[in-house]
């Protein structure tokens, strides 16, 4: 995972999110910046059974998440069922992004932290917490992964205390969080405008 330029340094994990729009319009958004590599986590854009079984002759439901949303993994798909899935389901909002940006599949959040962590990548959450901080007065000093999670659920206590800041995007209407593929955009923005 290692490259010096600081651009390319950047990487996203996505945690449990389930909108295919929103997985699309995160691949498009995260090309336009040079993010090098997205990690897709738990019930991220997880193929259907009838794609499985076409593709891995496995007839098995997959994935589902217990009541706290935490994914329950009874069948990995090979990476060949999980390209044409999402080559299929985004690429009308991912563009480019998706043969542009590396990604991979990892059953749980925590291991691609546990990955990150390795090379010394400073992990920032976003997500609205009694410890977050304006997404504007966080460190994003290179190099460095943004996660986003889930928009009924946010991301989870466990998950927030394997990172190393937590930060937020105030919100100053009535609405009290914004769409997860906008929000992501925005701090994805914001990282760049820092370095």
Request: with cysteine.
């Amino acid at each position: 995972m290692k490259n010096s330029n600081s651009i390319n340094q950047l990487y996203l994990v996505l945690d449990n999110i389930r909108s295919l729009l929103n997985v699309g319009a995160i691949f498009r958004t995260s090309e336009a910046v040079g993010v090098k590599k997205i990690f897709l986590c738990g019930t991220t854009t997880y193929p259907t059974n009838k794609l499985i079984k076409k593709i891995d002759g496995v007839d098995i439901e997959p994935i589902s998440a217990d009541k706290n949303g935490n994914p329950i993994i009874k069948y990995r798909p090979s990476k060949k069922c999980l390209k044409e899935f999402l080559d299929k389901e985004i690429a009308k909002t991912a563009l480019a992004g998706l043969n542009n940006v590396e990604w991979e599949y990892c059953v749980q959040t925590k291991d691609a932290i546990e990955l990150l962590k390795k090379d010394k990548v400073n992990i920032i959450a976003l997500e609205q917490s009694e410890n977050s901080v304006d997404y504007c007065d966080a460190n994003y000093s290179s190099p460095v992964s943004i996660i986003v999670g889930n928009e009924v659920l946010g991301i989870s206590e466990t998950i927030l205390s394997l990172c190393d800041q937590v930060v937020q995007i105030p919100m100053h209407g009535v609405g009290k969080s914004l769409n997860v593929a906008t929000a992501t955009g925005i701090v994805l923005y914001k990282t760049i405008e820092k370095r």
